[in-house]
């Protein structure tokens, strides 16, 4: 009984430090995905500029490594949210549990599409998902045989594309943008090849999850600007990023078609445009009520004005939740609704 005592009156202790670390912090802090980044700051702004409180601080660190920082801990080290261009891991979930971050809502903000898309200088092309994936892997199948990739160019894989090199930038693997491109396109595109189809299950996910690392794919970081320069300079080569960088710089680039769709609004919403992902943020709700402003700042995120369709999101490229999704996520977000483990 006395050691059961000494364990909750230590238990009681930490909880005071965490807390009392918190409040020492007048600034929200946001980590996570590049993706959702300018979306995070635009409420961030207008947050700051509604409220008169101090802007946020939002870094963009990649959905894996935001939810590694966002799952270490509770308390004023910590950020108080994560963005994720995919859904939390169970991995990254158990991670949270461990450290004492038990409490975590999961709102859904909108919908985007992994743009494929090149210089409006270059060539607009029409790919298929097994074209992307022989385009990028580092093994492909040749014949029957798994072999090294010796596509250099794209007519390379069919006469019907331009005879130019292949050379594309993206994202590195702490991306949720790479993991949603090695989802959406990668495995999919793999499932074409009988060869690779026969591989043992192991074998099989390496063959369909590696990229090609002789310079024809370049990582180009968690700065999907970056691309976009990239992309500028060079009209030959093409990237891969969230939709609203292609949305944003229309008279810059242009999106190639996958399968014959082009990546639209229209499109990201109906699923006919066959490379879209849903795009999340996380709350760490034990620094509700002790970081200044951050329920504010939650309820700004989720506010028709930022997320329903015409709202300033939306402008920035957002696809818009349907009215029952969106009054969910808000009542969701609000009431600190604690998320359930992804199976």
Request: aromatic share 8%.
């Amino acid at each position: 009984m006395n050691q059961l005592l000494k364990s909750a009156a230590l238990a009681s202790a930490a909880m005071v430090l965490v807390v009392g670390a918190a409040q020492a912090r007048d600034q929200i802090q946001i980590v996570g995905s590049s993706t959702v980044f300018p979306y995070t700051q635009a409420v961030a702004e207008n947050f700051a500029n509604m409220t008169g409180n101090p802007s946020p601080v939002v870094e963009s660190t990649g959905t894996g490594g935001g939810m590694k920082i966002f799952c270490e801990g509770v308390g004023e080290g910590t950020p108080d949210i994560t963005g994720a261009s995919r859904a939390m891991k169970s991995s990254e979930y158990e991670l949270c549990q461990g450290n004492g971050v038990t409490s975590i809502t999961e709102v859904l903000i909108g919908y985007d599409g992994l743009s494929f898309a090149g210089s409006r200088n270059g060539t607009q092309i029409d790919v298929t998902k097994a074209q992307l994936f022989q385009a990028l892997a580092a093994e492909v199948e040749v014949d029957g045989q798994i072999v090294a990739n010796p596509y250099k160019n794209w007519s390379d894989i069919d006469p019907s594309l331009p005879d130019v090199e292949i050379q594309v930038y993206g994202p590195p693997p702490t991306s949720g943008t790479r993991d949603a491109f090695v989802e959406l396109v990668m495995e999919e595109g793999c499932e074409e090849f009988p060869a690779i189809e026969a591989l043992d299950e192991d074998r099989m996910k390496e063959v369909c999850q590696r990229m090609r690392s002789d310079g024809l794919f370049i990582e180009a970081g968690e700065n999907d600007n970056l691309i976009v320069q990239r992309l500028e300079a060079d009209p030959g080569a093409y990237g891969i990023f969230g939709y609203s960088f292609l949305y944003e710089n229309q008279d810059k680039l242009v999106g190639s078609m996958v399968g014959g769709v082009e990546p639209t609004f229209d499109t990201i919403a109906d699923g006919s445009y066959g490379i879209s992902r849903p795009l999340y943020f996380y709350v760490k709700n034990a620094h509700r009520g002790v970081i200044p402003g951050l329920n504010e700042f939650v309820e700004e995120y989720v506010s028709e004005a930022s997320m329903a369709p015409g709202g300033y999101l939306h402008e920035r490229g957002l696809v818009a939740l349907s009215d029952e999704n969106r009054k969910k996520m808000q009542e969701n977000a609000m009431g600190g609704v604690d998320m359930d483990a992804p199976q």
